[in-house]
């Protein structure tokens, strides 16, 4: 006895083509699904980009112009400390007392308008 086996035939065959354009049709529209979440994202991406891009130039402008207005208030700070009078015999003494760089002592004395005594107070609190 052989084992062989005999296919099924409907009297109409058309159902199980039916039944196969069914699983092709929604085999494509869970691929068309897919397709059209893509094309959203990548349309979604493109807009952020757009957004991002003028965020980021406003952004950046407003980094420079902070970044001006520091470099002017530091500028304008140096040229009133240098207009400041110091001693160099105050200086010597915070050098060697504090073991300090002298430009630190020299800037703090200049901060403090000279004061020694407001100087070292404030260089030991530091």
Excluded: Y
């Excluded at 700070?77 to 105050?90: F, G, M, P, Y």
């Amino acid at each position: 006895m052989s084992d062989s086996v005999t296919p099924v035939v409907n009297e109409n065959g058309s159902d199980d083509e039916k039944d196969e354009e069914q699983v092709t049709s929604t085999n494509q529209k869970k691929e068309d699904a897919k397709v059209e979440k893509e094309l959203d994202r990548v349309t979604d991406r493109v807009d952020d980009e757009e957004m991002g891009a003028e965020s980021i130039g406003n952004a950046l402008s407003a980094i420079n112009d902070k970044r001006h207005l520091d470099e002017s208030k530091r500028k304008a700070e140096q040229a009133a400390l240098a207009n400041v009078k110091i001693r160099k015999e105050d200086v010597d003494f915070i050098v060697q007392e504090l073991e300090l760089p002298r430009s630190k002592a020299e800037k703090t004395l200049r901060q403090h308008h000279g004061d020694v005594l407001a100087t070292l107070k404030a260089l030991v609190n530091a």
